[in-house]
């Protein structure tokens, strides 16, 4: 067994622990695996020990590593979950499957204008900024839902739910209480009237706090692939 398929076997394992912990289906969770920083290869590996879903953070990066793949185009999907600059919307909607880190309306308006009519629509979240933080990227609690309606009706991108990178916490209770921010924002979201599924939350360090609070897909780099 691959170092890659042996810790992304312990990865699984703690999702479906978190999963009975909370009383969910284990299928709830989607494991997105992070590549930033590791070549194809280690895509290839993770690949051939049954992932899907991968993510990365870096436009330039991701791109040539999805054309070095692109063998595997067809039974991979690609996730945009780092920042994104709006002259780099239109090679991102060519070539990834979700975009997480929506954080302002001319990114997803140019993205569905840019998005190539074979595709599907590009699945998108809003990345939002619960902790707070002054210097993070993401839309303020306060201005998610009017952003939401908006992107809501653009008609070649689909909103699926939201993301967020919270502060790191040390114990699990501190941890949770971010991601049932999140949560709550999603419920109040659906109570206004939109259709979301998502929640983009939890890491390699707080996968199972994510969980506990609902996370649907989780994040995970480092615990695969091993420190950057
Ligand atoms: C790097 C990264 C991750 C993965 O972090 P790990 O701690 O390595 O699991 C998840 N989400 C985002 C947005 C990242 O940039």
New binding site residues.
Partial sequence: MSSIEAKLQQVRTRIAIACEHARRPVQSVTL?A?T?TFGPQSVRDAHAAGQRAF?E?YVQEAVEKIEALADLRECIEWHL??PLQSNKTRVVAAHFDWV??IDRFKLAERLSAQRPAGLAPLQVCLQVNISGEASKSGVASADVLSLAQQVAALPRVRLRGL?A?PEPAGDFEAQRAPHRALARLLYDLNAAGLTLDTLSMG???D?EAAIAEGATIV???????GT?
Avoid at 219 to 225: E, K, Y
């Fill in positions: 997105l992070v930033k993510g953070n979950i780092g997480h880190s993301m990178i890491m390699s360090a996968l994040r995970v780099g480092s615990a695969i692939f950057r």
